[in-house]
């Protein structure tokens, strides 16, 4: 099975800031992942598919880049509605596996 | 416009059963692989079990193997997770997710989930 390495497990900014957020895959996955935010009570909202391409109506501020085993999500200048969980999700091959989420919190 | 809407959760004891459904709308249901994936109490996202469009493959994480079972009614337009000798570790959300595209794609569509609390 493919694990997925994410971190920082929580992290704490301020509105304004730039975050950066990593999964590492135990192999290879090509550019087989996403990446999503989850609120709670919410459906969990994908925000980059393939790696690096914006999901239609996310807002510009979030980037994604990598590929093979390295990934990383941005978010360029925080906004109040940005604070939450996030979490990549690898689709390379069964069993699917997600990272085990960054928790964004105010600070 | 896509829909998912679960149902069929709720308090289950250790040992019993209890059978998921998501209903799909806004989409041509057989083209895509669906997917359910839980997040437990305080933890992350697990994915759970997925099955192809017509059927025909199904998958599952080594924790539910041999516990549930995935299935679809394309007719009905409806996925199903039949979860039998359910554990106290199986209290979760419940969502249903549909792939972004006929097979090995993230998920672009998710229901708004469904809890499962097993205990006695």
């Known amino acids: 099975d493919i694990q997925m390495t994410q971190s920082p497990s929580s992290l704490s900014a301020s509105v304004g800031d730039r975050v950066t957020i990593t999964c590492r895959a135990s192999?290879?996955?090509?550019?087989?992942l996403g990446w999503y935010q989850h609120k709670p009570g919410k459906a969990p909202k994908r925000l980059i598919y393939?790696?690096?391409s914006l999901q239609s109506g996310v807002p510009s501020r979030f980037s994604g880049s990598g590929s093979g085993t390295e990934f990383t999500l941005t978010i360029s200048s925080l906004q109040p509605e940005d604070f939450a969980t996030y979490y990549c999700?690898?689709?390379?091959?069964?069993?699917?596996?997600f990272g085990q989420g960054t928790k964004l919190e105010i600070k | 416009e896509v829909l998912l809407v679960e149902s069929g959760g709720g308090l289950v004891q250790p040992g019993g059963s209890l059978r998921l459904s998501c209903a799909a709308s806004g989409f041509t249901f057989s083209s895509y692989t669906m997917t359910w994936v839980r997040q437990t109490p305080g933890k992350g996202l697990e994915w759970v079990s997925a099955?192809?469009?017509?059927?025909?493959?199904?998958y599952y994480a080594d924790s539910v193997k041999g516990r549930f079972t995935i299935s679809r009614d394309n007719s009905k337009n409806t996925l199903y997770l039949q979860m039998n000798s359910l554990r106290a570790d199986d209290t979760a959300v419940y969502y249903c997710?549909?792939?972004?595209?006929?097979?090995?794609?993230?998920?672009?569509?998710w229901g708004q989930g469904t809890l499962v609390t097993v205990s006695s």
């Open positions: 999700l690898q689709h390379n091959s069964y069993p699917y596996t």
């Open positions: 099955i192809s469009g017509s059927g025909s493959a199904t």
């Open positions: 997710a549909k792939e972004g595209c006929s097979s090995g794609c993230s998920f672009d569509y």
């Open positions: 192999q290879g996955i090509r550019n087989d």
């Open positions: 393939a790696a690096s």
